[in-house]
Nanobody, 123 residues
Framework: QVQLVESGGGLVQAGGSLRLSCAAS????????MGWYRQAPGKQRELVAA???????NYADSVKGRFTISRDNAKNTVYLQMNSLKPEDTAVYYC?????????????????WGKGTLVTVSS
């Protein structure tokens, strides 16, 4: 089992920045990648960004150029730096652990989830 704990959400004005953190513990040797998903009210959960242990990354088109995912392998921690935030970024953000395929450059999220952290962007 892998446990994930997020932190860093909050309320910010449009154009502002926030940084989310997610610390993984437990059977972390079983995973080679981590990602961030978000779910806005009335919408499906969507992948925002993912990063492999080797540093390969994926981003949703809606956040490219504004969000940056990074990780500290020694600390089993992944970060999501969110800049130029927009009201449509408002959502609960969930940390996820899974597998990144270098072959097809796709992140496969497994059923390991944090409890989520709320990000609210006011206009």
């Amino acid at each position: 089992q892998v446990q994930l704990v997020e932190s860093g959400g909050g309320l910010v004005q449009a154009g502002g920045s926030l940084r989310l953190s997610c610390a993984a513990s437990g059977s972390t040797v079983s995973i080679n990648a981590m990602g961030w998903y978000r779910q806005a009210p009335g919408k499906q959960r969507e992948l925002v960004a993912a990063i492999s242990s080797g540093g390969s990354t994926n981003y949703a088109d809606s956040v490219k150029g504004r969000f940056t995912i990074s990780r500290d392998n020694a600390k089993n921690t992944v970060y999501l730096q969110m800049n130029s935030l927009k009201p449509e970024d408002t959502a609960v953000y969930y940390c996820n652990a899974g597998h990144y395929s270098d072959y097809d450059e796709v992140y496969y999220g497994w059923d390991y989830w944090g409890k989520g952290t709320l990000v609210t962007v006011s206009s």
